[in-house]
Structure formats: C-alpha cells, structure tokens
C-alpha cells in the first residue's frame, strides 16, 4: 500500500508519492494597492489560478509568499 507525505519524493512501498500542496489561504481576503493579498500574500492572477497549477508552481508561489511577507 501506498503512503503519502507532503513534499516528500522518494519511494516508499514501491511507490513515488506527493501530496498535494495546501493552499496558503488564512481567510483575510483583501488586496493591497500592489494587488497583493494581505492574508496569503499571493496576487490575483496567483489566487485565481492555484487549482490550475502543478505542485512545482504552488511551491514556487508559496516561496513568494514567505518573500513578499518577510519584506514587510
């Protein structure tokens, strides 16, 4: 049987398995004049199309994130 970790790439019972990567979405919804969100800290365009993406761009955007709100 297969066993699933967040993040994780490497083989466990036969099996290569990801996770998928959480949306980093607190519920604050609102953007700032740069068109950011003050809750998550991603923008439009990164919001509206999270469920499109692969699990490399989410974490890439999240990466963002945590750049964007460390500016701050």
Do not use: H
Not at 7 to 26: T, Y
Not at 31 to 43: A, K, N
Not at 48 to 61: D, F, H, P, V
């Amino acid at each position: 049987m297969c066993r699933s970790f967040l993040f994780v790439n490497d083989e466990k019972d036969g099996c290569k398995v990801q996770e998928e990567v959480p949306s980093p979405c607190v519920g604050a919804c609102s953007l700032d004049g740069g068109g950011v969100c003050i809750g998550c800290f991603r923008s439009m365009d990164e919001i509206t199309g999270w469920q499109y993406r692969s699990e490399l761009q989410k974490l890439a955007i999240i990466k963002r994130c945590e750049e964007r709100k460390s500016v701050i």
